[in-house]
């Protein structure tokens, strides 16, 4: 069912390198013009959101709207990490192997791109009438936080009218993973100050890169304790809480470190609120002498299982797969965590290799068919 089509759309879409600006990309807006182009040969007219970024690349968001009632969103993401190491072949031309297709981007978002495209496809052919006011949307800056993608929309009042969302940028290989829940989450960075000195007169400095390991490993052992709840629904059950990125201090092994710079990444079960987390960590770092600057904040959220949204996911993956999909709750995150700090109810699924962000990278033809009728069905009960 339309394989030909699929591998010359993506042939073209892995060319234009849509790597995100954080990693040096500048390919979104000529991947997403391309897109454009494609949409409106289907015969519709999606509207363009673009907006400058803070290095004068111009982000590129297509939204494409489609029927009456009560809207759904489904979004893909346009951008792609970098390709890394150890591709056999060039990342970005699309590697053909049976029902295999390798290259960056065709797993994450392609699995989403592909499974919208096919929506349209099947609208335009008649084969599919939805019951629902569609809003399809290919956005930019998913791989860096989504500054200048979902939250920009919402900036503009983008998703004002409500409804529900389904983001095909999650799942796995049986397509029987529904995403509901995410942790919140903290990255913070920690700065020990002490006195710098010579090592051989450690009397007369105050060495902060001791100071701040006693401190890592206080905090370790403190926050699992005092964050001790489960939550079965998610994986790990528990809040995480990890120092990972360290800072060079001094260049020679002779010098006492003045100052000792150490990153935290906090996962947290909704259970807790993150001021809670912050203040408690502070409490303990000032015992230091470590000051604590937040880097990233992202606020827990939760879709109740027992949402229509999930309830019409479930039962047409169950017609459709012939599966019981189960939900979860996960410790990174997506843009249906944005959507559902808008009071937007939303659940993250699709059928994925499982390859994303890895060298070569691949997706099996038949998820993103398998994906879009799922989608379909959802849209439409007499698809
Ligand atoms: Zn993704």
Redesign the pocket.
Known sequence: MGRDWIVSILSEIIKRKAVNPLAGGTGEKERADYLENLIRNLGFEPRRFDVKDERGIIRSNILVEYGEGEPLWLIA?IDTVSAGKNWVGDPFELRIEGDKVFGRGVS??GVGIMSLLLILKWISEGKLNPKRRLMLLFVAD??AGSRYGVKYLAEKGVFKDGGSAIIP?FGNKEGKLIEVAEKGILWLKVTTKGVSGHASMPHRADNAHTKSARLMLKLYDSLHVKFYKLNPLFDPPYSTFEPTKKEMNVDAINIIPGSDIVYWDCRVLPEYSLDEVIEFFRGIAKRYSADVEIILREEPSVTSPSEKIVIELRKAIETELGIKPKTIGIGGGTVAGILRRLGIPAVAWSICSET?HKSNEYELIENYIKTAKVLAKVASQSF
Do not use: A, Y
């Open positions: 993401h994450d978002n998913e791989e940028d994303e």
